[in-house]
């Protein structure tokens, strides 16, 4: 292969690093879009199929459909937060330390959710197990919403004790913070795909 | 270099980055907090619990294993950047360079290492030490299986042989070649100063070392039943050393998901100037398709592991009927990721000995195109063929038409891969130097690994060959015949770039020889047992299989002696062979433009490619 060595570029420039990250990102998002479809597979596979009638057995209580949405807010709150930040750059602070408070709260009401679920049931020796198929389901998609605020509670945490500190590139920082909404954007998507599934019961 | 060039211009440079934490931490700090948060979760969780219920005794299991994992990477320094970035004080250039292990001999590669030459001999360590365990257990099977009788093992350590090899195997291909030569050769091969992202290239080699010692764990806590399938319902009632399984396909599908990324992104944004993709060395589109493949193929499998642990540790019921689940749900979530997995580990095998092909018949690489189309259609159609490993298990037999068809016509794009190789060499005047004589192996095994493959995905041949040692001797044929062949010629033929030594040549014949007529005597014996309707996975068998199996089990010998032939060749060439100069193949990808060793930033100036990588026999344009 011939080349020549007559440039002397040895410093990326931040938008080409920032381009760099975003694909870095997205590509990972890739991963966890797949992980979703997993489980969102899992959820109808399982409903249509309803071994021995016992996706939602008999007497079995469920989240109602707001639940779902409601576990979602907090993600898609985050989202737009972030997103206005992008835009107004002087409402930053405000906005960023908003997505926060909303991914924690998020995070509260998920947990809140999991700790009152209404669908565990005791076999014969007193041990707790999850009635149905519904049920098993349900616990893993709360499971992957606690993930994806807990990863986006980091990020927007970040975000905000950065926003406060004046040692920071800012072109750089301008990148990461579009990085950072092409993930808050995903995770409210995939709250929102969660919230979808769990309505069907 | 990125991390070195990236440094924020306000970022405040401490006096003296040989005071900073950064500094102190390396695997054995690693290991002891690992331990330190692995015994204190199982002691924690342990107390006031019911050990006698099975759930709590997965549930202690797993976390305790997922917090050594976590332990060891804060223990070796692995979250202090993502920890520096939350507080708003990135890391500044003297830690990026220290990390990068500028000017600290063989310590770096005891520590967290951003530099991708580390990490790619990382990988080959750990890859090595893989095959070697994975090798050990494949004897001891064989040794089993030389006469009736089970007279080796008995049949649970046999159970757990088949699935610990089988696991620690699959693992290792995944990573034999995108590992070491994706990590250590091909950021040179594109112009690049480094990986895209040095501290995440770092990660997934720890986030993978710390599976290791998990997978281990498995033996002292009662082996793996299962096979590495790991089928439900039986893997939901597997004992403990269920849960050290569960743990490693976790921790690794993480591992290989941060590496595909990182990967992908390195050669999509920085290519040198002047590579245009269809400048892009074949090797590099191999192993860049092979990871893009696995970025969405594995956490499906992890999906598949977490339903798993949450069946055993919390009491759902993804895969228990009683309760509505299914292990048609397994089955399908993993083969969506078991088979596009197989061509994760076979296109970088096959694209590294395209690389080598053209360098010793010193003519273009034939049809370059054909070659990116192969690929390209091998992983396209490998996500629309899972279902033919389900043919007998009763899952929509209406599909197993169009199943059947799918499969069989990825043999049109594995063809392809044929025709390029074949084509390359055709009136060639091939250079018999060691790396070539893998091309010719990889012809030969694959045209049988292929050609069985066809007669597995015809649903009435597979209802007979299904579950036999057939299927076996097929997938080692594809899997070692491939993966395994590439990556050992590929080996040979980077080996002077990765340690200033030439591979020993008589050593590396010597080795070719024994493991190739060895592999071709053991699974040819294996697909007679197999066609003769022997059962896989099964210690014992009939005596009518016996000639068959003695056969398989001397040709087993032969590749082991083989393998440790290569082995001693390898070390024996590290530390004293003939040392290697620049360019010792006369090739013409950017790897052979730097010396040995490598300068950290890999070019004193970044390089400008002006033609293409296979231009042998006519004038660069």
């Not at chain 1, 049931?121 to 098993?136: E, I, L, M, T, V």
């Not at chain 1, 709360?142 to 945490?157: D, Q």
């Amino acid at each position: 292969m011939a080349h020549d060595t007559e440039f002397h570029i040895h410093h990326d420039s931040p938008e080409k690093v920032g381009r760099r990250e975003r694909l870095g990102v997205r590509i990972l998002i890739v991963a966890d879009g797949s992980f979703l479809f997993s489980m969102i597979f899992s959820w109808f596979y399982l409903r249509n199929l309803n071994v021995n009638g016992a996706w939602l057995p008999k007497g079995v209580h469920t989240f109602t459909t707001s639940s779902g949405y409601m576990a979602a807010a907090g993600l898609v709150v985050a989202a737009v937060a972030h997103r206005i930040g992008e835009k107004k750059m002087e409402a930053r602070k405000i906005t960023s330390m908003v997505a926060f408070l909303a991914l924690i709260f998020g995070l509260y009401y998920q947990w809140h959710q999991m700790a009152h679920m209404p669908f565990i049931a005791q076999d014969d020796a007193g041990r707790p197990f999850y009635n149905g198929a519904y049920a098993s389901n349900w616990v893993l998609v709360a499971g992957a919403n606690m993930f994806h605020y807990l990863i986006g509670g980091f990020v927007a945490l970040g975000l905000v004790i950065r926003g406060r500190r004046a040692s920071i590139d800012p072109v750089l920082e301008e990148w990461r913070q579009r990085i950072a909404g092409s993930w808050f954007t995903w995770i409210a998507v995939s709250g929102i795909l969660c919230a979808i599934a769990t309505s069907f019961k | 270099m990125t991390t070195l060039t990236h440094a924020p211009a306000s970022s405040r440079p401490i006096p003296n980055p040989k005071k900073s934490l950064i500094t102190r931490l390396h695997m054995g700090t690693g290991m002891v907090v690992g331990i330190i948060f692995c015994w204190g979760t199982y002691f924690a969780m342990k107390a006031g619990r019911d050990m006698t219920d099975s759930h709590n005794v997965n549930k202690v299991l797993l976390a305790s294993m997922m917090m050594w994992s976590f332990g060891f990477l804060v223990g070796i320094g692995a979250l202090i950047g993502p920890f520096r970035w939350l507080i708003g004080k990135d890391l500044t250039a003297e830690e990026q360079l220290y990390l990068a292990g500028d000017g600290q001999g063989v310590k770096r590669y005891f520590k967290y290492c951003t530099d991708h030459k580390v990490v790619g001999i990382q990988y080959l360590v750990g890859v090595m030490t893989m095959l070697g365990a994975g090798g050990t257990m494949a004897m001891m099977i064989r040794t089993n299986l030389a006469t009736p009788g089970s007279h080796f093992v008995n049949p649970n350590v046999y159970n757990s042989l088949v699935g610990l090899h089988g696991i620690t195997m699959i693992i290792a291909l995944i990573i034999v070649s995108t590992g070491p030569f994706g990590n250590y050769i091909m950021p040179i091969m594109i112009g690049a100063a480094d990986m895209a992202f040095p501290r995440l290239n770092a990660l997934s080699w720890w986030v993978l070392f710390t599976a290791i010692p998990v997978l281990c764990s498995a033996w002292f806590l009662g082996g793996i039943p299962t096979g590495w399938t790991a089928y439900a319902p039986l893997s939901d009632q597997a004992g403990p050393g269920m849960n050290a399984f569960l743990a490693t396909i976790i921790i690794f599908a993480l591992s290989t998901a941060v590496a595909g990324a990182n990967i992908t992104t390195t050669v999509i944004a920085m290519r040198a100037k002047g590579m245009k993709w269809n400048r892009v060395p074949i090797f590099v589109i191999g192993a860049t398709i092979s990871v893009a493949l696995a970025v969405p193929a594995f956490p499906t499998f992890m999906v598949a592991m977490i339903q798993t642990a949450m069946d055993r540790t919390i009491a759902t019921g993804f895969y228990d009927p009683n309760v509505g689940g299914s292990g048609w749900l397994y089955a399908n979530l993993f083969w969506i990721m078991g088979h596009p997995e197989v061509y994760v580990i076979l296109i970088p095998g096959v694209a590294a000995l395209m690389e080598i092909a053209p360098v010793f018949v010193r003519k273009p690489l034939f049809s370059y195109n054909a070659a990116i189309a192969g690929f390209a259609g091998i992983a396209g159609l490998s996500i629309l063929v899972w279902a033919h490993h389900m043919y007998m298990s009763g899952w929509m037999p209406a599909l197993n038409g169009p199943f059947m068809v799918t499969t069989e016509f990825i043999s049109v794009p594995t063809g392809l891969l044929f025709l390029v190789l074949i084509g390359t060499l055709w009136r060639g005047k091939p250079w018999m130097k060691l790396p070539m004589l893998s091309v010719y192996a990889f012809i030969w095994d694959f045209l049988i690994g292929g050609i069985t493959g066809i007669y597995l995905s015809d649903v009435p041949a597979d209802n007979y060959l299904h579950g036999s040692m057939y299927v076996t001797a097929h997938f080692h044929y594809t899997l070692m015949g491939a993966a395994l062949t590439g990556a050992i010629g590929g080996l040979a033929y980077w080996f002077p770039k990765m340690t200033g030594r030439m591979l020993n040549e008589r050593g590396g014949y010597i080795s070719f020889w024994l493991v190739q007529i060895g592999f071709n005597v053991l699974f040819l014996g294996m697909f007679l047992a197999g066609a003769e309707g022997q059962p896989r996975r099964v210690a014992d068998y009939a005596h009518l299989f016996a000639h068959a199996n003695l056969i398989s089990t001397i040709g087993a010998y032969s590749v082991g002696i083989g393998m440790l032939t290569l082995l001693w060749a390898i070390i024996h060439s590290a530390r004293s062979g003939v040392v290697a100069p620049m360019n010792p193949w006369g090739a013409k990808t950017l790897e052979w433009t730097v010396p040995y060793p490598v300068p950290l930033v890999n070019f004193d100036t970044p390089p400008v490619v002006t033609s293409d990588p296979y231009g042998y026999g006519r004038s660069a344009k």
